[in-house]
């Protein structure tokens, strides 16, 4: 596999874990869960997911043709509580990666050093992709966050559970020898 294929290969399965990450998270949350906020300067669940949908639509949709700024997105309502069910944000959240994961499946090894431009500002493709992955791996580990919070004993870990860490690593190093 080319050097290119490789990255396309990889960074989809990057973008596809931190959707999982925050698959499981929805998945442990009842409706109330969805707009708890610490205060006035903190986002909900509901919000963050508004404002990821925002953002992958507006970035992915004609990905290497367009700013991914779009003049139809509207950014300050991305972050006012619109979203009521659990439903509604689980139906908004798969919009936005769909989104994503059919514009990523249609880049090439070839587009990567292509320019393309994020609010007038030239980016690499290469550069967009971790940047946008960064950005989305920031939010989701703020709505894994936010559900520790509201799940506290009920919380099912996403990760090795403490204490568990020995016991993890030779299951690995079995697994793989």
Do not use: C
Not at 57 to 71: A, C, I, M, Y
Not at 81 to 110: C, M, P
Not at 126 to 134: K, P, T, W
């Amino acid at each position: 596999m080319e050097m290119q294929e490789e990255y396309l290969h990889v960074v989809r399965k990057r973008f596809q874990s931190v959707k999982e990450l925050g698959d499981k998270t929805i998945n442990q949350l009842a409706e109330e869960h969805i707009h708890w906020s610490l205060n006035e300067a903190s986002n909900s669940i509901a919000v963050i997911v508004k404002h990821l949908h925002g953002n992958m639509v507006s970035r992915w949709t004609n990905f290497l043709t367009s700013d991914g700024e779009k003049p139809t997105r509207d950014r300050d309502h991305e972050f006012e509580e619109t979203i009521y069910s659990l439903q509604e944000l689980r139906n908004t959240w798969e919009n936005g990666w769909k989104v994503l994961f059919q514009a990523l499946h249609e880049v090439s090894g070839d587009d990567l050093l292509k320019t393309i431009l994020i609010r007038s500002e030239e980016h690499t493709v290469i550069d967009a992709i971790e940047r946008q992955l960064a950005h989305y791996a920031y939010h989701v580990g703020q709505i894994v966050y936010i559900g520790k919070q509201v799940k506290g004993e009920d919380w099912e870990t996403l990760s090795i559970p403490r204490g568990e860490s020995e016991a993890y690593l030779e299951e690995m190093r079995r697994k793989y020898k």
